[in-house]
T-cell receptor
Framework: DGGITQSPKYLFRKEGQNVTLSCEQN?????MYWYRQDPGQGLRLIYY???????QKGDIAEGYSVSREKKESFPLTVTSAQKNPTAFYLC???????????FGNGTRLTVT | QQPVQSPQAVILREGEDAVINCSSS?????VHWYRQKHGEAPVFLMI?????EQKGHEKISASFNEKKQQSSLYLTASQLSYSGTYFC????????????FGKGTHLIIQP
C-alpha cells in the first residue's frame, strides 16, 4: 500500500539536543511538507519542498532545518535553537500545487 | 499568512446544519478543506481551484468566492461522525508557496 510514514510516533529529548524526525513516502509525490501543530494554533508550515534538492521556508522555519536528497524522504531536524520544540509534527506529501495533501500519522516530540 | 476561520467552535444536534467560513487577505490559487479527529492525521475533504466553484462530498459541500477570497464549507443534516476539527488551507496565487492552514473550527455533534 502506498502511503507516508513518520517515525517514531513519540520522541523524548533533553533540552539542548538536536533531534531528527523521519518522513518517508512511496506515493511518488514531488511535493513534501512539514507542519507543527499546537493546541489552538492549527497547522503551521515549517518547510516545504516542491522538488528534490530544493526546499523553501514556511511561516515558522526558525530553529528547524530540512534536506531533500531523495524524492521519497524529507527529514526534519529540530535544533537546539528552537525555543519551544515540544509539539505534534505532521509530514505531508502531494503531487504538487493544487493537489490534495496526504498526511503521515505524526510524531509527538517532547523536550524537557 | 494564515487564513482566518470562523467560527472557532460549533455545537450542534444531530441532523442540524453548519457553515464554516474561511477568508484570506491575499489572492488565492486554491482552497483545501480537511477534517481531523482527535489524535489522528487530517483527512482531505475537497479542494476548490476556481472562483465560484462548488464541490460536494456526501452531505458536505463547499464554495469559493474568488472576488472576496472566501470559502465556505457546508455540512447538512449533520451526523455524529462529522465531529472533529475542520481546517481550511490556502495556496496563494502568483507562485508556489506551500499550503497554509487556518486555526481550525471545532465541531461537536450531539445525539
Amino acid at each position: 500500500d502506498g502511503g507516508i510514514t513518520q517515525s517514531p510516533k513519540y520522541l523524548f529529548r533533553k533540552e539542548g539536543q538536536n533531534v531528527t524526525l523521519s518522513c518517508e513516502q512511496n506515493l511518488n509525490h514531488d511535493a513534501m511538507y512539514w507542519y507543527r501543530q499546537d493546541p489552538g494554533q492549527g497547522l503551521r508550515l515549517i518547510y516545504y519542498s516542491q522538488i528534490v534538492n530544493d526546499f523553501q521556508k514556511g511561516d515558522i522555519a526558525e530553529g528547524y532545518s530540512v534536506s531533500r536528497e531523495k524524492k521519497e524522504s524529507f527529514p526534519l531536524t529540530v535544533t537546539s535553537a528552537q525555543k519551544n520544540p515540544t509539539a505534534f509534527y505532521l509530514c505531508a506529501s502531494s503531487i504538487g500545487r493544487g493537489s490534495p495533501l496526504h498526511f503521515g500519522n505524526g510524531t509527538r516530540l517532547t523536550v524537557t | 499568512q494564515q487564513p482566518v476561520q470562523s467560527p472557532q467552535a460549533v455545537i450542534l444536534r444531530e441532523g442540524e446544519d453548519a457553515v464554516i467560513n474561511c477568508s484570506s487577505s491575499k489572492a488565492l490559487y486554491s482552497v483545501h478543506w480537511y477534517r481531523q479527529k482527535h489524535g489522528e492525521a487530517p483527512v482531505f475533504l475537497m479542494i476548490l481551484l476556481k472562483g465560484g466553484e462548488q464541490k460536494g462530498h456526501e452531505k458536505i459541500s463547499a464554495s469559493f468566492n474568488e472576488k472576496k477570497q472566501q470559502s465556505s464549507l457546508y455540512l447538512t443534516a449533520s451526523q455524529l461522525s462529522y465531529s472533529g476539527t475542520y481546517f481550511c488551507g490556502t495556496e496563494r496565487g502568483g507562485g508556489a508557496d506551500g499550503l497554509t492552514f487556518g486555526k481550525g473550527t471545532h465541531l461537536i455533534i450531539q445525539p
